[in-house]
């Protein structure tokens, strides 16, 4: 599976922005899909995930209600709509998938094998 992010940019506090995931390469139905964030020195962090066969989806608690995560099966695309930025969201985003993630193991970046290159958020305050 290929990964392409896309979408980061700069905005301002309060502000929105949509990211952009484009996935090719092989069949992915069974596959889960995430989004990850790493601010300058901090590990990279869970965001939220969607399965592409159900579209069941899980946020980590930061994203809850200001986040949301889609999946559009024509494309094949999954989005992260971020509401509300606040400049901690400032980070370089990273979209991920894999086919063996469960509820138990999508917070885990070694749960996920193919990742594309990431994109810049920058939340200005």
Not at 53 to 58: I, L
Not at 94 to 99: F, G, N, Q, S
């Amino acid at each position: 599976v290929q990964l392409q992010a896309s979408g980061g940019g700069q905005v301002q506090a309060g502000g929105s922005l949509r990211l952009s995931c484009a996935a090719s390469g092989r069949t992915y139905s069974n596959y889960a899909m995430g989004w990850f964030r790493q601010a300058p020195g901090k590990e990279r962090e869970f965001v939220a995930a969607i399965w592409w066969r159900d579209g069941r989806t899980a946020y980590s608690e930061d994203a809850k209600g200001r986040f949301t995560i889609s999946r559009d099966n024509a494309n094949p695309t999954v989005y992260l709509q971020m509401d509300s930025l606040k400049p901690e969201d400032t980070a370089v985003y990273y979209c991920a998938a894999d086919y063996a993630v469960s509820m138990h193991t999508l917070t885990f970046r070694s749960a996920y094998k193919h990742w594309g290159q990431g994109t810049l958020v920058t939340v200005s305050s």
